[in-house]
């Protein structure tokens, strides 16, 4: 998985993760992530980049246990979720790409494509964060305005919804053939 995280990187997220509780940004989308996962009749989806798990959390929270779908969770931080995840009919990535070394994400876009049946919901920073590193490197390591984002996932994905406004970029997208 070298392709997708330096070592020096993965031991660092990794070390992070275990001192300080990583993610959070999906809190608030459940709903309308549950809503297209209802409307699409998907059975799989996969978080990923899923931090502490926010997103499984929130939707059992607010759907009970047993959700009509199954969830599988990918994050290169945490032992145990860090292995490479199953092929989902639905990808979420909020507020991971701009975590990604920028030597990194061309090699991500494609892994979440492949990884990805049908669409993707995705959500990125476009400006830096608040928060750092112990060694001062924000961490949010690939800062770039909407347009590079646009260009570089457009080759995979077929844009239904975009907003891009307060610093952020979300997007639906549906997968093109290849």
């Not at 001192?19 to 459940?30: L, P, S, Y």
């Not at 059975?43 to 009970?64: F, I, M, P, V």
């Not at 961490?139 to 406004?165: C, M, Q």
Request: glycine share 8%.
């Amino acid at each position: 998985m070298e392709h997708l995280i330096s070592k020096e990187y993965k031991k660092q997220i990794t070390e992070y993760h275990n001192k300080n509780k990583w993610g959070g940004a999906v809190r608030g989308r459940e709903d309308i992530i549950y809503k297209y996962m209802q409307l699409s009749k998907s059975k799989t989806l996969l978080d990923y980049g899923s931090g502490c798990g926010d997103l499984q959390r929130a939707l059992k929270w607010e759907h009970g246990d047993e959700l009509p779908f199954s969830i599988h969770e990918y994050e290169p931080g945490k032992e145990g979720l860090d292995k490479d995840p199953p092929v989902c009919d639905v990808s979420v990535c909020i507020d991971v790409m701009e975590h990604i070394e920028p030597d990194k994400v061309d090699n991500v876009i494609k892994h979440i494509y492949d990884r990805t049946r049908n669409f993707t919901v995705q959500n990125i920073d476009l400006k830096a964060s608040s928060g750092a590193f112990p060694n001062f490197t924000n961490l949010h390591l690939t800062i770039r305005k909407s347009p590079w984002w646009l260009e570089k996932l457009g080759k995979y994905w077929d844009f239904v919804d975009v907003s891009a406004n307060r610093g952020k970029l979300s997007f639906v997208g549906i997968k093109k053939e290849q």
